[in-house]
């Protein structure tokens, strides 16, 4: 009889909820009449399956199910047609868990060899040239594959690899057998280098001229059914604008088509998370930003897709610029495992890490935003795994990379993030990312070595009774002569209706002081006016908050409203005053010194006490 690969030596079949055997086998044969199973292990004859009826033969086609065998093993199992000789033996039958190993590269042969995980006689590996033995690297040995998509020949010598082929596979079978004492079975089906336009489910029906179909046709060789899906892929999908906007829609489609050909609409997906990648130099820009938008949508499926869990690998090293190093596919591999642990024995393993909280505050220090995150599910406390802790960065609300943050202070499930900008500025343009530079470096984990997600996400919007920073003023060219605080007043009103403003400079939250002229002296006193306006929609009472690093005279409709003496830095908010003020549109001026030519410049803004929405700035 011929069973083609249905059965074969070091199968692996996958356990039921029972704990027991369910597998379909088909092929070929000479005679006809009932099919009897006989299964030995170590002991003999297992539990009285000793020719027992598993199917039947006709017409040269058998068919049959070998049920009820317990998980473990190994096993030998007879297959012979009641009445004849004609018979087969399998050695070395495992029944456990299989694991469907997909996407591209980093899931199949990334890390150089030899491997740092050992092969395990519990866990066996379907390889592409769809036989079955004991797993070790390389999985995926897509030379000899016998699916025409992979672009094989069967027939020839084992690939060396060019020194790599280990992958997360194998580390994390032998954890999943560590974890559960069942026997594991890995199927590999990755490729490198491929999108999820070549993922395509629709082309299913292509069979092995088609990645889904491949692996559609190799899950159907080993029974129909599995324990679960892992899933690395998204490197590909960077390259075009198009694709990383399809990537969640194409993705889950993906997911969608498994779970149904496998007929189990709650089968555990556990995909890794975008590793880092070292860009170009006159790609940076765009890469770092389209890499941090898969890597957020991937954080965020996980969020809203059942039972599935996304594994963080932006802490793990690199082989070269975009593969992972051997020491990181064991990291990711163990990762992997606890991961899908944490969607079948939740009770014993926590799931992953996520955002709990985002809270923007004042650094009264420096002025700036400190962002406070706090997370679910850390096991122990958050730290660095050498040196200060780092993988957050400021980007802009289209996630285009602005700069690193200043420092990052952990505290057990915490994070501190002090960034660049200020509080008010960076709640109205900005988002705090974690695995978004250019060149990324992370290296915060918690106390079961698991890396925080990467993900861009917004603060809240600035209060409604606070305005932004004045950012859009009038300047007016320099006035020579004296800098003294008392000196700082408006000029008559013809003298002011004739002078000439232009747009000041602002640097992100305060308006700047212009350069003095070419030719003039640096150092000389003089002085600027400011203007600008703001429209109360009703009458209101304000606050205006004000800073600036030289002596200024604010006025609202040309009456004062201070007078400071300042001097280097600009501290914000530094001195505030009330009004009370009718509605309609109101001009503010300012009278800057130059502090002798090191004075940099001024910033505002307003706060409505009663907590009703601030006005608009003109």
Known sequence: MDLGNTLQDFSVFQRNADDVSAHPFAGTSKHNGDVLLTVRNVDGIV???????????????????????????PYTITLQIAGSDEKAVFKNVLVGDLWLLAGQSNMADSGALPSLTRPHPMVHAY????????????LHDTGRAVAPVHGGNPACQPKT?????????????????????????????????????????????????????????????????????????????????????????????????????????????VYAQLGPFIADQGDASVSSRRWLQIRHKQYQMSLKLKNSACVPAIDLGLCDQIHLANSGVVVLGQRLADAMQSLRDPAN?????????????????TGNALVELTFDNVCGNLAAKCGEPCGF??????????????????????????????EVFFNENYKIAYGGSFQPHANIVDGMNRSLPCFALQGRPGPVNQTPYVHKALVSKAFYGSEELAELNLPESNVWEKTDFCLARNSMIYVTCPVPEAGSDVT?????????????????VLNVLFGADAPFALYCDKKEVMREFTSNPVVMDEFTAQMKLDSGKHEFAIVFASNKGKGWGWCCRFVRPDGKNAPALL
Not at 127 to 138: E, F
Not at 175 to 191: D, E, L
Not at 214 to 225: C, D, F, H, I, N
Request: charged share 25%; net charge positive; aromatic share 8%.
């Open 47 to 73: 539990n009285s399956l000793n020719k027992v009826v598993a199917g039947s033969a006709r017409n040269g086609h058998i068919k049959g199910v070998i049920a009820g065998l317990p998980a473990g093993g």
């Open 524 to 540: 000389a006193e003089r002085k600027y006016y400011f203007k600008f306006q703001i429209d109360l929609p009703e009458a209101m």
């Open 349 to 365: 393993h926590p799931p992953q890490i996520k955002v709990k909280k985002l809270k923007v505050k004042h650094d009264k220090a």
């Open 127 to 138: 390889y592409m040239t769809d036989s079955w033995g004991i797993a070790q690297d390389p």
């Open 161 to 269: 690899f060019g020194g790599r082929g280990a992958g997360p596979g194998l580390p994390f079978a032998v954890a999943m057998y560590k974890y559960t004492n069942i026997p594991q079975g890995v199927i590999a089906c990755a490729h490198g280098g491929t999108s999820l336009v070549q993922w395509d489910p629709a082309l299913k029906n292509l069979g092995g001229r088609s990645l889904y179909g491949a692996m559609y046709e190799r899950l159907q060789a080993v029974g129909g059914k599995v324990a679960g899906f892992l899933w690395y892929q998204g490197c590909n999908d960077t390259a075009k604008e198009e694709r990383q906007e399809r990537y969640t829609q194409d993705t889950l489609r993906v997911f969608r088509a498994i779970r149904r050909d496998c007929s189990d609409p709650d089968l555990p997906i």
């Open 393 to 422: 960065c400021l980007v802009d609300k289209e996630d285009n990379y602005i700069s690193d943050a200043i420092n990052c202070r952990l505290n057990g499930n915490r994070a501190e993030v002090l960034l660049k900008v200020p």
